[in-house]
């Protein structure tokens, strides 16, 4: 059987830097990156046959239709962060075009990267993200919604990723990845605060696990998940169980050897008191994000769902992993 052919977008980016290196260390597929710029490739191109990097960007994809005839697998995982007008070409109208130019007779899956900010504790679709959210997040909402009538569609798989860590040396750090420094930093003053709050997490490395199942372990053709509102579609949202803010203060101080005692709750009325009385500006976006609070979600998605075993499992796996020393209590 002939290796399957592998369209990528993204590769470039926290995410896509592990995906690609788990598909040419773990698979014979024949891989195509699209990338804007290949100097920003950390890994090693040449490491086998079968590996082409396509310096383009993905507002040109027109220039590759034949190609894309022939593709077995697609993942997309690019996404646009600039100006209103590049979010929304990149993000969804280009995004849309790239999955029309699939053949849906010769394409087994397309993977797509969506984000966890645009779905509700139902995960169904979150209304405020259209209403308010950033450009960003407001593209990511449109691309779902044209998402069930493409011809691709049942064989389109969405992805919602929740916070995701990852990077190092060898690769882009994700920008939850870059704060750590931070968090360790004023770990020592966060332990005496209690914040009502909770969310999912995965490492990117895991990320890359669940890609490369679905890839050798391909879900049914036919819809299998609760539908988003009117959308049915394939969705996993990726993420560990839920951990409340208040269970990672103790587990990255319990890492960090510093004891937890008593904690000082900070409520929403406070944060607002706060804000007022400094002028602090905020976006509505981010002001719906603090009152909102709780971003968990019904059936999260981790290795361990597919039997694999996970890279980062807890918060002191994600600090090991991003190379911050462990203490323990004398």
């Not at 593709?71 to 990149?90: K, R, S, T």
């Not at 372990?217 to 036919?222: G, L």
Request: net charge positive.
């Amino acid at each position: 059987m002939a290796p399957k052919r592998i369209f990528f977008t993204g590769a470039s980016g926290c995410i896509g830097h592990y995906i690609a290196e788990t598909l040419i260390d773990e698979t014979d597929c024949e891989l195509f990156l699209l990338v804007r710029d290949r100097r920003k490739l950390k890994f090693d191109c040449n490491a086998r046959p079968g590996i082409k990097v396509i310096e383009a960007d993905l507002r040109e994809i027109e220039r590759f239709a034949a190609l894309l005839k022939t593709i077995d697998v697609a993942i997309l995982a690019a996404n646009a962060w600039g100006g209103p007008q590049e979010v929304f070409d990149v993000n969804v109208v280009k995004t849309i075009r790239l999955l029309n130019l699939l053949d849906p007779q010769v394409c087994e899956q397309a993977i797509y990267f969506s984000t966890a900010s645009i779905l509700d504790r139902d995960n169904r679709l979150l209304k405020q993200a259209s209403e308010i959210g950033t450009d960003y997040i407001r593209s990511k909402y449109d691309c779902l919604t044209q998402l069930p009538r493409l011809a691709i569609a049942p064989k389109l798989t969405v992805l919602f990723p929740t916070l995701v860590f990852g990077g190092g040396p060898n690769k882009p750090i994700s920008h939850l990845s870059s704060g750590i420094p931070t968090v360790v930093k004023w770990a020592g003053i966060a332990r005496w605060l209690k914040v009502d709050a909770s969310f999912h997490f995965l490492h990117a490395k895991d990320i890359a696990q669940i890609v490369r199942h679905l890839i050798t372990t391909p879900p049914p053709p036919n819809p299998v998940a609760a539908a988003i509102d009117d959308i049915l579609l394939k969705q996993l949202v990726l993420g560990n169980p839920a951990l409340t803010a208040n269970q990672l203060v103790r587990a990255s101080c319990q890492y960090l050897g510093k004891r937890v005692y008593w904690q000082m709750p900070i409520s929403s009325w406070l944060a607002d008191v706060i804000i007022k009385i400094f002028d602090i500006q905020m976006a509505p976006w981010d002001r719906f994000c603090m009152q909102y609070r709780h971003f968990t979600y019904r059936d999260p998605v981790s290795p361990a769902t597919y039997g694999l075993v996970p890279y980062c499992a807890t918060i002191a796996d994600v600090l090991r992993a991003s190379g911050v020393p462990e203490k323990r209590r004398h």
